[in-house]
């Protein structure tokens, strides 16, 4: 076992060092008891190391927080942001102090955990403990990826580590195991992550439940592993950081052992300086316990500030010396440096999507998860940003990029990934790697264990990270493998995660036409949804409407065979859209007149105008939906006498009921919806 050091040296912060520390504790003391609502202890325990970490080790720039080099901070403890908060406030980023103030308030930008996007200098939404670690996983990856690619001799335009925060609540994660062995495999050295070794969760001492060496674990994937015994030695920690550094064959696990509700006389190292303010007398008495002026709050000593603000030279100065490594690089290296910024921009190169192949009837049958394969087979070449694979199902998925190498320790250039059996870290890694920038990841397994990746591609949705999903096998249609393998529910269940765009083409042609809709999709998840088995291709000669319906969700595909209103309209995704074209065949010797209507995406289609959809679907001609998956999704096309106050967006940090209000669940919103549904209904009756 490997346990490189054991820092115990004596506790020395200066003066100055503990000043800025308390600042950052009651920065979010004060912010939890102004809201009455938050996680005060991990904050108050881990704002030493944090401390450490920010001032010591992190390249960042407050002034930017986009520069591409910077160093990536992930909270992946994101209960614990009101420290993140109160770091990004002292050193400069734009959140004004109000901001502080208003934690966990309608609109603020302090949620009430990280949100990508919506504070600077958030680098990844957290709170789902572990997704944070993973993510870091992902950008490391991203890091050695693109730097295999860019870096050459002499110039590392790609240069910068991956620092992550964890609990033990994302270590007792499963998803922890997944990412850190792969992590530990990967050799990804620049990779640190610092572990609040606090001895507390929700219910009480980790003895309950959390017994086994954290350290012999992480040892055993592969890390370097350190402990440091006390948080609140700034130089121990600040010392293990740098011989994390150091160590670059293996990331990095320090152990740092924190305090819960560290200086609160009566929650420090209790389950109770957890979920809830300290409550004003105990702030008072922490306070004054620890020499901090009571009042007011939300104070910050001018000298903290100072010291703090150095941020923003030190990052303007690091970032400006990167843009002139870039310059020379760029002088020397034209086209790779235009390519680099293209990537990091994600612009698509000219092109990209001229003479994609497309499938005649006589190609097929073919499964919509081999004609992806060659979908990737096109794309691949002309992008080289694309990097993905499987969790161990290349061969079933057709995930693989030929001739594009493997990505494993020896050749980080290589962009064919194999994740292993570790679709929920899959997920999360993916979302790191489009966090990073730089690259289109993708990544595949059988549609039905989406189930175990749901909460990484959730936050693909809420992060809107343009992340390419490619699950086969997607209905009963896949067979012998019986029900554990069989969709169901899935479809339904992805279909309401908001943003996610979910695409099950019918055929070869729909298939090419989803990939360039998802390559094409800047912001948000696309999840490729893909039969195992054999399909009609349905030639281009036939039904030319294909590339240009595909994008709109759902079209006629092929109308009633009169060419008058149709009786009834067939409403069909995937491999079902064959089978209700022989049912509008075999209806016509019958005299009805069947429209068949393709319905790749049902989240696309919902969100074009009503005029298109009132085309496709005029009121009044009654549906039929055949679709190998649960009915309940389509119950929504019920017609004029049904409205929903329901909730498809994601929601947002504030008190509940203010939420609530925002998003129509008011007595007047419920009187104003009723109105409308009978108002519809009367000019229906009028006009009958
Ligand atoms: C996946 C997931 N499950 C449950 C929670 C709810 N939760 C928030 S914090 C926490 C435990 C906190 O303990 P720890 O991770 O040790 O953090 P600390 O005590 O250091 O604040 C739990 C269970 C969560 N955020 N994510």
Known sequence: ??????????????????????????????????????????PMGSASMAYALWDRSLKFNPRDPRWPDRDRFVLSAGHGCALQYALLHVTGYDLPLEELKRFRQWGSRTPGHPEYGKTPGVEATTGPLGQ????????????????????????????HYTFVLVSDGDLEEGISSEAGSDAGHQHLGKL?????DNHITIEGSTELTFTEDRLARFAAFGWHVQRVERSNDVDAVALALQNAREESGRPSLIAVRTHIGFGSPHKQDTAAAHGEALGVEEVRLTKEGMGWPVEPAFHIPEEALEHFRRAVARGNSAQTEWESRFKAYAQQYPDLAAEFQRVIDRRLPKDWDADLPTFRAADGPMATRVASGKAIEALGPRLPEMMGGSADLGPSTHTHIDGAGNFEPENWAGRNMHFGIRENAMGAILNGMALHRGLIPYGGT?????????????????????VIYVFTHDSIGMGEDGPTHQPVEQLLGLRSIPGMVVLRPADANETVAAWRLAIGRKKGPVAL????????????????????????????????????????????????????????????????????????STNIF???????????????????????????????????????????????????????????????????????????????????
């Open 1 to 42: 076992m490997s346990f490189s050091a054991t820092l115990s040296a004596p506790i020395t912060p200066t003066a100055l060092d503990e000043l800025c520390i308390n600042t950052l504790r009651f920065l979010a003391v004060d912010m939890v008891q102004k809201a009455n609502s938050g996680h005060p202890g991990l």
């Open 132 to 159: 944070g670690l993973a993510n870091g996983v992902g950008m490391a990856i991203a890091e050695v990826a693109l730097a295999a690619r860019f870096n050459r001799r002499g110039h590392q335009i790609v240069d």
């Open 192 to 196: 640190i992550v610092l572990y609040a």
């Open 446 to 466: 059988f549609f039905v264990f989406t189930d175990y990746m749901r909460p990484p591609m959730r936050l693909a949705a809420m992060d809107a990270l343009p």
């Open 529 to 600: 949804v893909l039969t195992r088995q054999g399909l009609p291709v349905l030639g281009l000669d036939q039904y030319p409407g294909i590339p240009a319906g595909v994008p709109l969700g759902g079209y006629i595909l092929a109308d009633s065979p009169a060419g008058d209103r149709p009786e009834i309209i067939f409403i069909a995704t995937g491999s079902e859209v064959h089978l209700a074209l022989e049912g509008r065949d075999r209806l016509a010797t019958e005299g009805v007149q069947a429209r068949v209507v393709s319905m790749p």
């Open 606 to 688: 919902a969100s074009q105008p009503d005029a298109y959809r009132e085309k496709v679907l005029p009121t009044g001609v009654p549906l039929l939906v055949i679709e190998a998956g649960a009915s309940l999704g389509w119950k929504s096309y019920v017609g004029a006498q049904i409205a929903v106050i329901g909730v498809d967006t994601f929601g947002a940090s504030a008190p509940g009921s203010v939420v609530m209000q925002h998003y129509g669940f008011t007595v007047e919103n419920v009187c104003k919806q009723a109105h409308t549904v009978l108002d519809r209904l009367k000019e229906k009756a009028l006009c009958a």
